[in-house]
């Protein structure tokens, strides 16, 4: 997998205008006037392992067998789940996910930027996170589920894989209350690009 200096120098200019905004702590958004750079004055932050903070409730770790994890199996899928319009997942309130938004996830996809971690269920995608992986940083950009706690279950074996693969911050971007019962926390902006910084010098494998 190319390193983050080859994102941010990629011959293909979308992938590295992209790359380039993420590194500077930007993320893309469709609040309805097109696709466009976003930043919050705090970060939600995922920790990678129990050591650091994450909270696997005990009847969320019963069920983290039931789940299968895959990479990029099924990225038009999990797009269209975090949309809410795959059947079977949940209506959005808003979609921010725009189809314009939606066909630059899928070129950035096609780039090796952009990618989907799945979880699935008695052979049948239960759900997922999008994101862009980015050196040692991952950039959840939404999650969905299609059978109940899968999104959650996602998240967790996502920090898992991202913590065996080398990766040290899990960006969830914007904090609510349900990965907040995680152990996802918000930290200040010097930390968060204190900590993207340093992410970005690592070589880590997606």
Known sequence: MPTAAAFLTHPDSLTREVARAYAEGGF????GKGV??????TRAVVPLTPGDGLHVPRR???ELKHFEPRTDTAFADVVLGCRGVLPGSPPRDGEWISPPLSTLYAHLHTTGLAHSFE???DGA???GVLGIALGGVFFAESKFHRVT?????ALVHLAAHLHARGFTLL???IQNEHIARLGVHEVRPAAFHRDLKAALQVNADF
């Open 125 to 127: 995608l239960a759900g």
């Open 60 to 62: 969320l770790q019963r």
């Open 28 to 31: 893309l958004m469709d609040n």
């Open 149 to 153: 706690n899968a999104s959650k279950a």
């Open 119 to 121: 979880v699935w269920r």
């Open 171 to 173: 960006d969830a971007q």
């Open 36 to 41: 466009q750079f976003y930043t919050v004055d």
